[in-house]
């Protein structure tokens, strides 16, 4: 369906940007065309051709109708503005619908810090630490490249260096093996939880299950349960669909 975007482009196309082709349009409702570029009014009763054809429109001299291909549709067919639209774009004129007009995947879904906390991983956010670099052997204050020094307990002093460290979510978005397989490892454990407690839900020597005897409980239990395990499933997903072709997943 013509709509949004493509709806504009197909709209400004015919009406500003000289796409229409009128003639084709009067041809198509068998219209008689007169003189060479003159038909009668589709839209007042004409008795002597009143309405003029240009290129792109149609203008009639009597009602004082300016139209393009599409309001002879809409006349013709009673279609809705939008239905008219298309029709004149692709069925009279031979138009391709715009590209974007297309059904197209939908942007796909990203994972995110919120995912992660839901499996129980802590945010992915990723920090400097300082790591070291080497021993010194004295104590030197004043900073040297961006490093710093820390005094260990032996007496020795340890150059450090403070290293961006990935987080988790950046590491799994470059298809990082390992750092999906946590999230799938996670997103298995999860739901193995969620498996057991529902089937505890239907053995009253449970305690879930025996809060589930009120039927109530049950059905508030269950959509929770199930909807949780749909989160999780969508995230083990999304995780593995960041994995790159050809790598294979680092088993436990
Ligand atoms: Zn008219």
């Known amino acids: 369906m013509l709509r949004g975007e493509a709806k504009q482009e197909v709209e400004f196309a015919l009406k500003k940007g000289g796409a229409d082709d009128i003639r084709k349009a009067v041809a198509y409702y068998g219209i008689k065309i007169v003189n060479n570029n003159q038909i009668l009014c589709p839209f007042h009763p004409d008795h002597k051709p009143s309405c003029t054809l240009y290129k792109d429109h149609g203008h009639c001299f009597a009602c004082g109708k300016t139209f393009h291909s599409f309001d002879l549709v809409e006349l013709k067919e009673g279609l809705r503005y939008n ?95 390992f750092a999906i397989s946590i999230i799938t490892k996670k997103s298995d454990e999860e739901l193995a939880k969620i498996r057991a407690m529902l089937s505890q839900t239907k053995d009253p020597n449970t305690e879930i299950g025996f809060l589930c005897l ?11 349960l199930y909807k949780r395990k749909d989160k999780i499933e969508k995230i083990r997903s999304l995780a593995l669909s960041y994995r790159r072709s050809g790598v294979t997943e680092v088993s436990w």
């Open 83 to 177: 239905d008219s639209l298309e029709k004149a774009w692709t069925e009279i004129l031979g138009y391709p619908l715009p590209e974007y007009d297309k059904p197209k995947s939908k942007r796909r879904k990203k994972l995110t810090d919120s995912d992660l906390k839901l499996l129980g991983l802590t945010s992915g956010m990723g920090g400097y630490v300082e790591m070291p670099v080497g021993v010194v052997l004295f104590e030197n204050r004043n900073k040297v490249d961006n490093k710093s020094q820390r005094r260990e307990a032996d007496g020795n002093y340890l150059a450090l260096s403070n290293e961006r460290v990935p987080s988790l979510l950046s590491l799994v978005e470059k298809g990082d093996p």
């Open 214 to 224: 009120d039927k109530n409980y049950l059905k508030d239990a269950k959509t929770f």
